[in-house]
């Protein structure tokens, strides 16, 4: 059975910092590329952080770039997302994507989400 289970979200005051989990299983971790993403109330999905399936690059949303960290361990199967200089503005449920293409059919899986929540 596949699961992606996100953790470490909560409340945190601004300008401080959060450390998300995805632990992933029932699929091999190492052949997925990984995505970070976040919904905003009234918002649309935003991407906000990929690695690839061996780490060995990312992207990162502007709005997000030199204050997030994303990272993956392939021997524990765990991505992760390191925010440090929360905003407001980064409030959102985030949510952890496992990609591949396979014979020219994308494969996705999603995890069920955890909140995170900047405010004094």
């Known amino acids: 059975q596949v699961q992606l289970v996100e953790s470490g979200g909560g409340l945190v005051q601004p300008g401080g910092s959060l450390r998300l989990s995805c632990a992933a299983s029932?699929?091999?971790?190492?052949?997925?590329?990984m995505k970070w993403y976040r919904q905003a109330p009234g918002k649309e999905r935003e991407l906000v952080a990929d690695?690839?399936?061996?780490?060995?690059?990312?992207n990162y949303a502007d709005s997000v770039k030199g204050r997030f960290t994303i990272s993956r361990d392939n021997a524990k199967n765990t991505v992760y997302l390191q925010m440090n200089n929360l905003e407001p503005e980064d409030t959102a449920v985030y949510s952890c994507?496992?990609?591949?293409?396979?014979?020219?059919?994308?494969?996705?899986?999603w995890g069920q989400g955890t909140q995170v929540t900047v405010s004094s």
């Open positions: 994507n496992a990609v591949r293409f396979r014979n020219g059919r994308r494969i996705d899986y």
């Open positions: 029932g699929f091999t971790f190492s052949s997925y590329a």
């Open positions: 690695i690839t399936s061996g780490g060995s690059s990312t």
